[in-house]
C-alpha cells in the first residue's frame, strides 16, 4: 500500500477514536450534573451534542469515502465500495441514525422544558439513545479493531 492510501484508511479510525473519547466525556455529563449540580451547563452539553453528531457524520463519510476509494484501486464498482461488507460497516451508519435521534430527542427535551412543558420522557428516550449508543459504539470500536487487520 502507498502513503496515500494508508492515510485514506486511518483517516477513519484515527477520528473515529477521537470521538470515542469525546463521546465518552459527553455521556459522563450525565453523572457529573448528578453529582454536583451546580458545576455543569446545559448550553454546553447541547453545544458539544450537536457538534458531535455533525463530526461523527464526518467520520461516517470518511469511512465511505476510504471504501470507494479502495474499491476504485481494487477495480470494483462504485456499488461495491457504497455497500457495506461486515457488520462493522453496518453499524456505523446504524450508530449514525441512532446519533442523530438521539440529538432530535434531546432537542425536544429541551424546547419542552423552555416551554415549561412536562419534558420527561422525552429526556428519558435521550438518556436511554446515549446507554444504547454507548454499548453499540464499543461494539463497533471493537469490531473496527479487528477489521483493521483483515484490511491490512
Same mark, same amino acid.
Given at each position: 500500500?502507498?502513503?496515500?492510501?494508508?492515510? /485514506?484508511?486511518?483517516?477513519?479510525? =484515527?477520528?473515529?477514536?477521537?470521538?470515542?473519547?469525546?463521546?465518552?466525556?459527553?455521556?459522563?455529563?450525565?453523572?457529573?450534573?448528578?453529582?454536583?449540580?451546580? !458545576?455543569?451547563?446545559?448550553?454546553?452539553?447541547?453545544?458539544?451534542?450537536?457538534?458531535?453528531?455533525?463530526?461523527?457524520? /464526518?467520520?461516517? =463519510?470518511?469511512?465511505?469515502?476510504?471504501?470507494?476509494?479502495?474499491?476504485? =484501486?481494487?477495480?470494483?464498482?462504485?456499488?461495491?465500495?457504497?455497500?457495506?461488507? !461486515?457488520?462493522?460497516?453496518?453499524?456505523?451508519?446504524?450508530?449514525?441514525?441512532?446519533?442523530?435521534?438521539?440529538?432530535?430527542?434531546?432537542?425536544?427535551?429541551?424546547?419542552?422544558?423552555?416551554?415549561?412543558? !412536562?419534558?420527561?420522557?422525552?429526556?428519558?428516550?435521550?438518556?436511554?439513545?446515549?446507554?444504547?449508543?454507548?454499548?453499540?459504539?464499543?461494539?463497533?470500536?471493537?469490531?473496527?479493531?479487528?477489521?483493521?487487520?483483515?484490511?491490512?
Amino acid at each position: 500500500m502507498g502513503f496515500l492510501q494508508d492515510m /485514506i484508511l486511518l483517516a477513519h479510525p =484515527i477520528g473515529a477514536s477521537l470521538l470515542l473519547y469525546w463521546f465518552y466525556r459527553q455521556y459522563k455529563w450525565k453523572m457529573k450534573r448528578i453529582e454536583n449540580p451546580d !458545576s455543569f451547563t446545559l448550553e454546553n452539553h447541547v453545544k458539544n451534542g450537536r457538534l458531535l453528531a455533525k463530526l461523527a457524520t /464526518i467520520v461516517v =463519510i470518511i469511512a465511505f469515502a476510504a471504501n470507494v476509494y479502495n474499491a476504485h =484501486i481494487d477495480q470494483q464498482s462504485l456499488l461495491d465500495g457504497l455497500t457495506p461488507n !461486515s457488520l462493522h460497516g453496518w453499524t456505523g451508519p446504524l450508530g449514525l441514525v441512532l446519533l442523530w435521534s438521539m440529538v432530535l430527542w434531546g432537542e425536544s427535551a429541551l424546547k419542552q422544558k423552555q416551554n415549561g412543558e !412536562s419534558y420527561q420522557h422525552s429526556k428519558s428516550k435521550h438518556s436511554r439513545a446515549a446507554d444504547f449508543i454507548i454499548a453499540v459504539m464499543a461494539i463497533h470500536a471493537f469490531l473496527g479493531f479487528l477489521y483493521v487487520f483483515v484490511v491490512i
